[in-house]
């Protein structure tokens, strides 16, 4: 179970990547997508999903190394933003509840 603090940034990427990447691959599309490369590494989380919208992978570090947490639904997708002019958006950790069981989080 993810239980992030209340303090944690936690970056939806919009659009989406190729699932079979792994943990370097994910941080270093991080710090190449993000202006400062050091939220990194402050206990930040970093959400990506594939192409089908039925995966998604957290990337988080929580202060020792780096955590990858994996999730694939058998039926649905998962819900996502269309913001074609942002790289990522700023969810809360209610926002990532609701989108980790599928609910339409965006209203």
Known sequence: MLAPSHNIKIYLFTGHIDMRKGVMSLSLLTG?????????????????????????????????????????FDQGKFIWPSTPDAVSINITSAQLSMLLEGIDWRN
């Open 32 to 72: 190449s997508l993000l202006a400062e490369s050091k939220l990194i590494c402050e206990g930040n989380m970093f959400i990506f999903r594939g192409k089908s919208a039925d995966k998604i992978k957290i990337l988080w570090y929580d202060g020792q190394g780096f955590c990858l947490y994996y999730k694939c």
